[in-house]
């Protein structure tokens, strides 16, 4: 279960300005529009098309049309600057598509009013060529989700056929950024670029790094004042950061941090007490699914290996003692090291051991050093035959 989420590219925190019809300044406030989207949606006759932006403030409208009889429209309105907007037809929020608008854009739009949303076709900006291809390709990936993942009932499986499918949207985007990284389209690509939160930097291609730093100085260079290019220096730097720790983490060269807390019976217990053995940190809570689905993988491995110098160290975000001491029960958690300080997130360990979401594991060799963190199911047991089989 995930705490935090990677970048937002929603334009937030941002006073915009709405606009409509086709005089070239609003009636409203008197401000000159400075972009011009115009288009045909086929069987969309009569239908209201806005577009809308996200602030600290909630959604704001920033201009708004109605299409004709035919489907046609032409849309003016003024923007602050360069950033994330979505465009929505009819009064439907699904039936929305976000696109990167810019200062001076003119913007042809094409499509037809059932696949507004999936595949529209985009003319007319720097960006809109990369958009539409990006548009067919994330409807292919979502149709064969749709097909594929629901027959898979294994999760390891599941979650490899998710990371396949997703192969040819995510190869189109770092070849995009690559190509050109300053087009504001990678705002919408950027998230393709990212660890996932299922596999973190275990399968992520390390290049994405350097092609991440490459669009956030095309970005400083072309679009320092907006506060898009300020979120993505943020994440470019906290990604660096954290797959610096990572591979630190996988060197086995860092020692884990200590921890030193009471188990359900009160006694303190001591991770460096099980120095010599091969040993998985495994980091949970009662009331978190995805652990509680992941359990019955780590009471098998333990198992499986026990005999052979592998504990297992769980520590618990719980807050409820009690929820905490069923959950154990329930599971069939055998192992006798289970331990919280019952702070939740709040506890230090989630700054010490850099958890953003749990569950969350630390597999440690014999010498108390960390050689893998966020392993799971078959990666798991393989980093594990491998420390075990050291001495």
Aim: with cysteine; aromatic share 8%; glycine share 8%.
């Amino acid at each position: 279960m995930n705490r935090f989420s990677f970048l937002s590219v929603l334009f937030s925190g941002i006073v915009l300005f709405s606009a409509c019809g086709d005089n070239n300044l609003d009636e409203k406030t008197g401000l000159e529009n400075n972009f011009h989207i115009e288009g045909h949606i086929q069987g969309a006759a009569n239908e209201k098309l806005k577009i809308e932006a996200q602030s600290q403030q909630g959604v704001i409208s920033v201009a708004e049309t109605t299409t004709d009889a035919s489907g046609n429209f032409e849309l003016d309105g003024n923007i602050p600057g360069m950033g994330i907007y979505s465009m929505t037809l009819g009064g439907n929020s699904k039936n929305a598509v976000v696109i990167p608008l810019d200062v001076n854009d003119q913007l042809v739009v094409n499509a037809t009013k059932e696949n507004f949303a999936i595949t529209p076709s985009f003319s007319g900006t720097k960006w809109a060529k990369p958009l539409t291809k990006y548009m067919v390709l994330f409807g292919d990936f979502a149709k064969k989700q749709m097909e594929q993942l629901p027959n898979i009932k294994d999760p390891e499986q599941q979650l490899a056929a998710f990371s396949r499918l997703k192969q040819p949207i995510v190869k189109f985007s770092q070849q995009q950024i690559r190509k050109d990284p300053g087009n504001p389209v990678n705002m919408i690509l950027i998230n393709l670029m990212m660890p996932s939160q299922e596999e973190g930097f275990a399968n992520w291609d390390s290049q994405n790094l350097e092609d991440l730093r490459k669009m956030e100085a095309a970005f400083q260079r072309n679009y320092a004042d907006s506060p898009i290019t300020g979120m993505i220096s943020q994440q470019v730097a906290a990604i660096d950061a954290q797959y610096q720790s990572y591979q630190q983490y996988n060197a086995g060269t860092m020692a884990a941090p200590e921890i030193a807390l009471k188990n359900p019976s009160g006694t303190e217990l001591r991770l460096s007490a099980l120095k010599g053995k091969v040993v998985l940190i495994d980091f949970w809570a009662s009331w978190c699914a995805p652990c509680r689905k992941e359990n019955p993988n780590v009471v098998r491995m333990y198992q499986k290996y026990r005999n052979q110098g592998f504990e297992v160290f769980s520590v618990s975000l719980d807050q409820d003692p009690e929820a905490w001491k069923g959950a154990i029960a329930k599971d069939g958690l055998i192992w006798k090291n289970h331990v919280s300080d019952l702070m939740g997130w709040q506890t230090p360990l989630v700054q010490s051991y850099g958890i953003q979401g749990i569950p969350h594991t630390v597999l440690l060799n014999r010498e108390g050093n960390i050689v893998g963190v966020g392993l799971r199911g078959a990666k798991l047991e393989q980093k594990l035959i491998e420390q075990l089989a050291k001495n």
